[in-house]
Structure formats: C-alpha cells, structure tokens
C-alpha cells in the first residue's frame, strides 16, 4: 500500500549541530518528495523538495538527499539554530495526485 | 493575495451534529486538499480534488463529504459527528496535479463531544 516511515519521531541537537530526519517510502513509482516544517499552533510550509531525476538539492543550511534504489529520503540541516525547533514532515507521491506523509518528527535545539 | 483561508479556526460539536468546514484559495489552484493532523499520525489525506467538479477520496474518506462547484471553494461536510473526528483539519491547494508546493490554510481545531 501506499505507505511512508519517517524515523526518528523525537531529535534533541546542540545548536551548532547537524540533524538529519530519515523516510522511507514503499511505491517504487514515487518521484516527488517534499519536506515540510510545522512551527507551534502554525501551519505546515513546504521547506524544500526533490524529485526523482536529481540525488540531491540543497538550499543554504538544508539539504535533502534521495535513493531511489533504497527508496529511502533525508533531511539534512547543518549548523542548526534555534528557530530550526519544530516538527518536520517528509511525503511522497503515490500516483499523480496522492500526497502521503510521514508520521513526523519534533526536533528541538538545545542552546 | 490572501492565499488559502479556512473558517473556522475552532469549533465545538456535540456527537451527532453536522457542520461544514470552509476553505477558499485565491491562487487559481486547480488542486485542493483537505488532510487531518492527529498526534502521531501526520498528515492523513481525507479527499481531493484535482479541478472543479473532480473529487476522489483519499486515505480517510468516512464520515466526511466534499464538493467542488468551483476553482476558489473546497468545503468539507461532516455528517453526523463523531468523537474519533476530534483533530485539527488543514485544507491545502496546489498548482497542477498536486505534485508541486502545497498551501495550507492556518487549520481548524474541531473536538467532537
């Protein structure tokens, strides 16, 4: 089924620190996967994207890789600040117009 | 550009009763979206729509209705409320066929009593 797995649910970094937040999604025919951020009582923006023609993207501190043969995608945000502190999605498509994400993951910096 | 805007952002119901969650996009979105955040569980997509009069359900139809009578409106219906639909709703749109950036509305915290 259509199916993603998103590991940890809770990370705790020093600031200054790198995090990474894992996924892992289960069609084969998936080609797009987004990351959202989700601050306190906020709604979910998308952060940055990659799809399947590319292994990597990054935008400043983010950087987000993918491995279509593992069918596994992460996060990855270096030199971690305080208003890095939120829950952080991942999804992937099933089909052309099915979005399904992850289960979530609630980073907090630690000052 | 108001982008996309939910009403209401709270709501009561008591077991049994109906009500409509509303959501308009001003972004001339062919595609719309309505998801539940439960604790633990992300974002679970309810139904959607890739254009006016298309809906589809997604991963948690039951016990909810949608229409799409035009571009700009998505609203969701409840039924007959029930406590397992206590969540916080979010409506979403997007451009095309919903693979490019979702929008989300600031969501509505509905509990069912």
């Known amino acids: 089924g259509e199916n993603v797995e998103q590991h940890p649910s809770t990370l705790s970094v020093q600031e200054g620190d790198s995090a990474v937040i894992k996924c892992t999604y289960s069609?084969?025919?998936?080609?797009?996967f987004p990351w959202y951020k989700q601050e306190l009582g906020k709604r979910p923006q998308l952060i940055i994207d990659?799809?399947?023609?590319?292994g990597e993207k990054k935008d400043q501190r983010i950087a987000v890789t993918l491995n279509k043969t593992a069918k596994h995608f992460s996060l990855h945000i270096t030199e971690t600040q305080p208003e890095d502190s939120a829950v952080y999605f991942c999804a992937a498509n099933f089909g052309n117009e099915k979005l399904t994400f992850g289960t979530g993951t609630r980073l907090t910096i630690i000052p | 550009n108001a982008g996309v805007t939910q009403t209401p952002k709270f709501q009561v119901l008591k077991t049994g009763q109906s009500m409509t969650l509303q959501c308009a996009q001003d972004?001339?979105?062919?595609?719309m979206s309505w998801y539940r955040q439960d604790p633990g569980m992300g974002l679970r997509l309810i139904h959607y729509s890739v254009g006016a009069g298309i809906t589809d359900q997604g991963e948690v139809p039951n016990g909810y209705n949608v229409s799409r009578s035009t571009t700009e409106d998505f609203p969701l219906r409840l039924l007959s409320a029930a406590p397992s639909q206590t969540s916080v709703y979010f409506c979403?749109?997007?451009?095309?066929?919903?693979?490019?950036?979702?929008?989300f509305g600031q969501g509505t915290r509905l509990t069912v009593v």
């Open positions: 979403a749109s997007s451009y095309g066929q919903g693979l490019g950036e979702a929008f």
């Open positions: 069609d084969s025919a998936s080609n797009y």
């Open positions: 972004m001339n979105h062919e595609y």
């Open positions: 990659i799809r399947s023609n590319v």
